[in-house]
C-alpha cells in the first residue's frame, strides 16, 4: 500500500518563493557583507574617528528606524499568512499597513539625511560618514524597491490575485522585505551603536 502526502494529510514543505529570488537574496546579501566587513575593518583600524563620528548620529532616530522595519516586516508576515489561508482581500489590509510603518523609516531616513547635509556630514567629510552614506543609502534604495514590491503585492491581494495555488510571487515579495530587515537589524547596531 502506498502512501501520499495527500492521503495521508501530511502537506509537503516547499521552500517559500521562487529559487530565482533567493539566488537574487544572497548577492545582495553578500554585496552587503562585504560593505559591512570593509566598515567593521576600517572602524578596528581608526577607533577613535569612528566613535566620534558616531555620536554625530542619533540612536534614538536609529531605533525608531529599526521598530518601523521590523513592524513592516511583522504585517507583511502577517498578510502572508492570510494569503496561506485563501484570504488575500486580508492580507492586502496587512500590506498596506506595512507600507505605512515602512513610510515612517523613509520620513525618518530622509530627515536625518537632510540634518546630516545642513551640519556638513556629507560622504567627503571622513571615512566614517564615507561608509554610512554608502551603507545606508544602498540600503535606503532597497527599502524603496521593497515598498514598490509590498504596494503592488497589495494591490493583487486586493483584487483576488494571489490564494494558495498561487503564492510563490507573493512569497517572494515578502521574502525580499525580510532581507530588507535584516540587513537593517546588522547596520543598526553597527553604524549607530558599538564603538
Known amino acids: 500500500m502506498s502512501t501520499s502526502a495527500e492521503s495521508t494529510g501530511v502537506s509537503r514543505r516547499h521552500l517559500p518563493g521562487d529559487l530565482a529570488m533567493w539566488f537574487f537574496i544572497l548577492a545582495e546579501l553578500s554585496v552587503f557583507a562585504i560593505l559591512i566587513l570593509v566598515f567593521a575593518v576600517t572602524q578596528a583600524l581608526k577607533p577613535q574617528m569612528f566613535s566620534e563620528s558616531r555620536l554625530l548620529l542619533n ?81 535606503f534604495l532597497h527599502v524603496l524597491l521593497g515598498m514598490v514590491i509590498l504596494g503592488w503585492l497589495a494591490e493583487r491581494c486586493r483584487r483576488g490575485l494571489h490564494d494558495v495555488s498561487k503564492r510563490s510571487g507573493f512569497e517572494s515579495g515578502v521574502l525580499y522585505w525580510h532581507m530588507v530587515d535584516l540587513i537593517w537589524v546588522m547596520l543598526f547596531p553597527l553604524v549607530y551603536v558599538l564603538s
Request: hydrophobic share 50%; glycine share 8%.
Open 59 to 139: 540612536t534614538s532616530t536609529g531605533l525608531a528606524m529599526t521598530l518601523s522595519l521590523l513592524t513592516a516586516g511583522l504585517f507583511a508576515a502577517l498578510a502572508q499568512e492570510q494569503v496561506r489561508r485563501s484570504r488575500s482581500r486580508h492580507g492586502a489590509v496587512f500590506l498596506l499597513m506595512a507600507l505605512l510603518a515602512s513610510s515612517v523609516y523613509v520620513m525618518l531616513k530622509l530627515t536625518e539625511y537632510r540634518h546630516l547635509l545642513a551640519s556638513g556630514l556629507g560622504m567627503e567629510h571622513n571615512t566614517f560618514f564615507t561608509l554610512y552614506w554608502i551603507l545606508t543609502g544602498f540600503h
